[in-house]
């Protein structure tokens, strides 16, 4: 009512209500506002000039192209993201080559088609989400996040493919762009990257030093990751993971040995309901049935129960 339709500044209103929506839905459980997004979508551009590369307007279609993305991570609303690709091709379609925002709208459109892909299983959106990825890394080189999303991309095709050179590239890029970090808490996230590219590229080919790479990295993570971190339980799980795989490789008993120790530790820190929980009770209880057998141990196994149990 304070901004009526025809006033100039009833678009960026509009934007900032599409913001001001995705961080209630962020902070709220349960809270997912895609149908209020995609209504506002259609008023926002309608009130934007309607010059197709007028700066203003292509700024609308990218805020509104990620906000709905940002709000469909969760629900996988399809329908969002298929809006949210459209917005942004839009944006990219009339974005000047030598504009500096280029780049960023290219790695947004990217983002929204690899979520798309990996949730439809549409190869062509995967390759699409490459193309463009790769476009913003052209553009920007030194762009550590950049860099990371054509990586995710690039393991996401080896997921539905099978391509060996794609899980190869993707390597290659997660550790440029853990070199290219300043910050680091952005590190660390790019590094994590890399420990699962390292560990899915070692269950591909059984190379014994992808392996010890893995859990060098997996390692490095978890020490920069810090105590009250909620991404620290699910980061040990993957290092206790990297450990169990070179322990089955090698047969080297310590590898196991830290494993189950790292997700005992882990597992006490994590509170009864959190569905990480779960997760981590049930690989302990699975390294402790490994670690039983190999030592024919019965007090050993009966843990293993129990824990299983727990999970």
Same mark, same amino acid.
């Given at each position: 009512?304070?901004?009526?339709?025809?006033?100039?500044?009833?678009?960026?209103?509009?934007?900032?209500?599409?913001?001001?929506?995705?961080?209630?839905?962020?902070? =709220?459980?349960?809270?997912?506002?895609?149908?209020?997004?995609?209504?506002? =979508?259609?008023?926002? #551009?309608?009130?934007?000039?309607?010059?197709?590369?007028?700066?203003?307007?292509? &700024?609308?279609?990218?805020?509104?192209?990620?906000?709905?993305?940002?709000?469909?991570?969760?629900?996988?609303?399809?329908?969002?993201?298929?809006?949210?690709?459209?917005?942004? $091709?839009?944006?990219? $379609? /009339?974005? +000047?080559?030598?504009?500096?925002?280029?780049?960023?709208?290219?790695?947004?459109?990217?983002?929204?088609? /690899?979520?798309?892909?990996?949730?439809?299983?549409?190869?062509?959106?995967?390759?699409?989400?490459?193309?463009?990825?790769?476009?913003?890394?052209?553009?920007?080189?030194?762009?550590?996040?950049?860099?990371?999303?054509?990586?995710?991309?690039?393991?996401?095709?080896?997921?539905?493919?099978?391509?060996?050179?794609?899980?190869?590239?993707?390597?290659? %890029?997660?550790?440029?762009?853990?070199?290219?970090?300043?910050?680091?808490?952005?590190?660390?996230? /790019? %590094?994590?990257?890399?420990?699962?590219?390292?560990? =899915?590229?070692?269950?591909?080919?059984?190379? +014994?030093?992808?392996?010890?790479?893995?859990?060098?990295?997996?390692?490095?993570?978890?020490?920069?990751?810090?105590?009250?971190?909620?991404?620290?339980?699910?980061?040990?799980?993957?290092?206790?993971?990297?450990?169990?795989?070179?322990?089955?490789?090698?047969?080297?008993?310590?590898? #196991?040995?830290?494993?189950?120790?790292?997700?005992?530790?882990?597992?006490?820190?994590?509170?009864?309901?959190?569905?990480?929980? &779960? #997760?981590?009770?049930?690989?302990?209880?699975?390294?402790?049935?490994?670690?039983?057998?190999?030592?024919?141990?019965?007090?050993?196994?009966?843990?293993?129960?129990?824990?299983?149990?727990?999970?």
């Amino acid at each position: 009512a304070g901004c009526p339709p025809g006033a100039p500044q009833r678009a960026a209103v509009l934007q900032l209500l599409v913001s001001s929506l995705w961080t209630w839905a962020d902070v =709220t459980p349960g809270r997912s506002p895609v149908d209020e997004l995609l209504q506002l =979508t259609g008023a926002a #551009l309608a009130q934007a000039p309607q010059r197709a590369d007028d700066p203003e307007r292509l &700024a609308a279609l990218t805020g509104l192209g990620v906000g709905l993305r940002l709000a469909a991570e969760d629900s996988g609303d399809t329908e969002a993201l298929r809006r949210a690709a459209g917005l942004l $091709r839009e944006a990219v $379609r /009339h974005t +000047p080559e030598d504009s500096t925002d280029l780049p960023h709208r290219l790695n947004s459109l990217g983002n929204v088609l /690899h979520r798309l892909g990996a949730h439809t299983g549409d190869a062509a959106l995967l390759d699409e989400s490459v193309q463009a990825l790769r476009g913003a890394v052209a553009d920007s080189p030194g762009d550590s996040s950049f860099l990371a999303n054509l990586a995710v991309a690039l393991r996401e095709r080896y997921h539905q493919t099978g391509d060996l050179d794609a899980l190869r590239e993707a390597a290659g %890029l997660a550790r440029r762009a853990a070199d290219a970090a300043r910050a680091p808490l952005k590190a660390a996230g /790019h %590094l994590a990257n890399l420990g699962v590219v390292l560990q =899915t590229w070692y269950d591909r080919t059984g190379d +014994p030093e992808v392996a010890d790479e893995a859990v060098a990295v997996a390692r490095e993570v978890l020490d920069r990751t810090p105590a009250d971190s909620p991404e620290r339980p699910g980061r040990a799980n993957h290092l206790a993971n990297a450990l169990r795989a070179r322990y089955e490789a090698a047969g080297e008993a310590a590898d #196991l040995d830290e494993a189950i120790g790292l997700l005992t530790r882990t597992a006490d820190t994590v509170p009864y309901g959190d569905p990480q929980l &779960a #997760l981590l009770l049930h690989n302990l209880g699975s390294a402790l049935l490994r670690g039983a057998r190999a030592g024919d141990d019965p007090a050993v196994l009966g843990r293993a129960v129990a824990t299983l149990g727990r999970a």
